[in-house]
């Protein structure tokens, strides 16, 4: 591989680096389970209402995603990561103006409408850019971006409870909250930017000789691995998200345990989330990108399967939880490398940012489902019996899942497809 292919390894690593930190400072999202209880009892909101502005986040995440993805590839990735963060900190900020059980709309505006379209600028800058910074290691050093973004709960989770206990409600420390992602984003987006030579993707490995080369944002959206990989996207984010936005609560209703060690799992799951994104991106790697899905989501359909079973053993919840997360973290750790693979890293942030829709229709989707399951049965074991179907499904998609070629994508013209034959490989 040419040294232009593989920039400087001290200096890509700082790009790493910079971009695990701004997923760290929105990765705050992965907590809001601690909040959702306080915000019941504060209020007098039911669990759907809680679970609103969390809700109405995701819904707008691809907004951020697919106009961030597309402007990032032609100004670049400092500017869109700085916009993302201010407006989502300013967002989370805001909300510490909800102050009445009618000022539900105060925030799901801030928190979710400003929150979810910063979120998403802010998210897409990191996997578009690492792919270009490291051809070799795509998957690795993606999984490690995204993997600031899973440990956002390692820092919201276990300090959520103890500020809400000194605050004595739940929107001073979401004010608080903003403030301290916007420092800590703001220095870290200040260092992200495109490596030197943008002709990244000249020898980028096996997967992008199967691809064809780079697509363009239409060529990648005329060809059909596009949806199925939507399609198993979705599915993922749906079995993960609604969990995680729920955690806290079902490990008081399954295992009994009080809020404190019910938010001692939302931290850790967080950490399992984080480690799960670098980990099965690296063995993404060396596995295959659908080999990798073919593992991780039938370990994922026994864990969600057995949870309702584990009883009053909050270990055994605890474990389940922590693996069935860990496989979830995996998803969102390797679908950037796999996106860059099929479709090249040219066009990536747009076409890795509408790929996201999956993200807003799962974020939606699965929180709001899982809570009308629980409202109309009582039970969480439903939802998760459902989790568990969801996952085979996911792992039958990745049986029919193969890169594209070029001339899958291009319209059914000759003169086209007679000046594209002499580009083939």
């Not at 809680?50 to 707008?60: D, N, S």
């Not at 609604?242 to 939302?266: H, M, N, R, T, W």
Request: proline fraction near 6%.
């Amino acid at each position: 591989m040419s040294t232009s292919t593989t920039p400087s390894s001290g200096q890509r690593w700082l790009i790493a680096a910079a971009g695990a930190v701004v997923m760290l400072a929105i990765g705050g999202v992965y907590g809001w389970s601690v909040f959702t209880g306080p915000l019941q009892e504060e209020f007098g909101w039911t669990s759907t209402q809680a679970l609103l502005p969390y809700v109405v986040l995701h819904g707008v995440i691809f907004v951020g995603t697919f106009v961030g993805g597309r402007i990032q590839d032609r100004i670049g990735p400092r500017p869109v990561a700085l916009a993302g963060i201010a407006v989502y900190s300013v967002g989370v900020g805001l909300s510490a103006l909800t102050s009445e059980p009618e000022h539900l709309w105060v925030m799901i505006v801030t928190y979710g409408v400003l929150g979810g379209l910063g979120l998403g600028l802010a998210y897409i800058v990191p996997p578009a850019v690492l792919s270009k910074w490291f051809p070799d290691k795509r998957g690795l050093a993606n999984g490690i971006a995204v993997g600031g973004f899973g440990a956002g709960a390692l820092i919201t989770g276990p300090i959520g409870e103890p500020m809400i206990a000194a605050f004595g409600s739940v929107p001073p420390v979401l004010g608080v909250l903003g403030i301290g992602y916007l420092v800590v984003g703001v220095a870290a987006s200040l260092l992200l930017r495109d490596p030197p030579s943008e002709d990244d993707d000249e020898d980028t490995g096996d997967d992008d000789e199967e691809a064809g080369g780079d697509f363009s944002l239409g060529e990648a959206l005329r060809t059909p691995q596009f949806y199925l990989l939507t399609a198993m996207f979705t599915l993922s984010v749906v079995i993960g998200n609604a969990f995680i936005s729920q955690a806290s609560p079902i490990a008081q209703e399954i295992s009994g345990v009080d809020a404190g060690a019910a938010a001692l799992l939302v931290g850790v799951i967080g950490l399992f989330n984080a480690g799960g994104r670098p980990g099965w991106a690296a063995v993404s790697d060396k596995l295959g990108r659908m080999t990798t899905f073919r593992v991780l989501l039938p370990i994922s359909a026994v864990a969600f399967a057995l949870m309702p079973n584990a009883g009053t053993i909050f270990a055994v919840l605890f474990v389940l939880a922590c693996i069935a997360i860990l496989n979830y973290g995996g998803t969102f750790g390797t679908m950037p490398s796999v996106s860059a693979d099929f479709f090249g890293t040219t066009n990536g942030g747009a076409i890795y940012g509408i790929m996201l829709i999956a993200w807003s229709l799962g974020g939606v989707i699965g929180p709001l489902g899982m809570s009308m399951v629980y409202e109309a049965t009582g039970s969480f074991d439903g939802a998760l019996y459902g989790f568990a179907g969801l996952a085979i499904v996911g792992m039958v998609l990745t049986m029919i899942t193969r890169p594209p070629r070029r001339e899958a994508a291009e319209p059914e013209s000759s003169g086209q497809e007679s000046s594209r034959t002499g580009q083939r490989r």
